[in-house]
């Protein structure tokens, strides 16, 4: 299950749902709207394997890493952040479900930073190599 925190922009969302990119979202399908970030946590324990994605720098905390869900920063502009939502969904690194499981992540147009569970150091991912316009969906 994808969940993206109350902060991406609606035009971002509509992006995914144009993308048939299935998620809830904070305040409107799950938890209350305004939910502190601590309070969230607790959430996540409750979903079935989350990958939680928000624009909000605080989820980027390796001490908050878990076997059960995984946390995304989105280090984007606002208005970029469903194609960043899309691109990661897409690396082969974090293409699954099981592969999301236990990291914290943050999502740079640059690079990506991963924090797996019980690791001391964060790892750096480069993007894969950007698909032509005429293979994207």
């Given at each position: 299950m994808l969940m993206l925190d109350e902060?991406?922009?609606?035009?971002?969302?509509l992006l995914l749902r144009k993308w048939r990119i299935r998620f809830r979202v904070v305040g409107v399908d799950?938890?209350?709207w305004g939910t502190d970030d601590?309070?969230?946590?607790?959430?996540?324990?409750q979903l079935q394997r989350p990958t939680f994605f928000?624009?909000?720098?605080?989820?980027?905390?390796?001490?908050?890493?878990?076997?059960?869900?995984?946390l995304v920063w989105l280090d984007v502009a606002d208005d970029r952040a469903a194609e960043f939502?899309?691109?990661f969904l897409k690396h082969?690194?974090?293409d699954t479900k099981a592969k999301r499981l236990g990291i914290v992540v943050r999502v740079h147009a640059d690079r990506i930073v991963c924090w797996h569970l019980k690791q001391r150091s964060p790892q750096s991912v480069a993007?894969?190599?950007?698909?032509?316009?005429?293979?994207?969906?």
């Open positions: 902060n991406l922009p609606v035009g971002q969302r799950v938890a209350s601590e309070n969230l946590i607790p959430v996540l324990h928000s624009l909000d720098q605080d989820f980027y905390r390796p001490a908050w890493a878990h076997s059960n869900y995984g939502i899309r691109r082969p690194r974090f993007w894969h190599p950007p698909r032509s316009h005429s293979e994207m969906p």
